[in-house]
């Protein structure tokens, strides 16, 4: 049997057009992607730092204190997720069922947690109260959607984290 002459497969031409296409099309596909991507770890962030307000909340109903923050000297004080000691007595206690953890957990995204004394930084209240806070959000249309608020007298958190929320004390 005989083969034909003309050779069967694809031409170098014929490689070059389709490599480029679907290089051209990886790359208008990849950062949609990473910035889905992005936010799905931003709304994270939100879910857990809502989850540990509501453990917090029921921990004060509880026992009638906020959970103590363990100190980082290299954050300025305060409980940060990053040394892997966020907040344990919520876990020890089962308000969670596990430590709460940036997606990312790096020196730019984690969360802090601190408990100040009673009318530290103007803040009214009956007793000390809490600041809890993500500190970056990685995309900005989240960061936008979601701001946080938690000032009091002498000092806005909402200046240094990307959300925040409290406890224990307002502004007025």
Not at 6 to 27: C, D, H, K, Q, Y
Not at 124 to 137: E, P, Q, S, T, W
Request: charged fraction near 25%.
């Amino acid at each position: 049997m005989k083969h034909p002459q003309g050779r069967s497969g694809f031409t170098m031409m014929e490689l070059v057009v389709v490599i480029s296409i679907l290089a051209i099309l990886a790359g208008t596909l990849i950062p949609r992607v990473a910035n889905r991507m992005a936010s799905a770890r931003d709304a994270r962030r939100l879910a857990d730092i809502h989850a540990v307000r509501d453990a917090l909340d029921q921990f004060y109903l509880d026992h009638g204190h906020w959970p103590a923050s363990h100190a980082n000297s290299s954050y300025g004080g305060w409980d940060v997720t990053q040394d892997g000691d966020f907040v344990p007595e919520l876990v020890e206690k089962g308000y969670l069922s596990e430590p709460p953890r940036d997606p990312v957990n790096d020196d730019t995204y984690h969360y802090r947690y601190y408990v100040f004394e009673k009318g530290q930084y103007g803040c009214k209240g009956d007793g000390a109260y809490f600041v809890l806070g993500i500190k970056n959000f990685e995309t900005a249309e989240f960061a936008e959607k979601n701001a946080g608020f938690f000032k009091c007298a002498e000092r806005n958190w909402g200046d240094e984290f990307a959300y925040v929320t409290g406890g224990g004390a307002s502004y007025r």
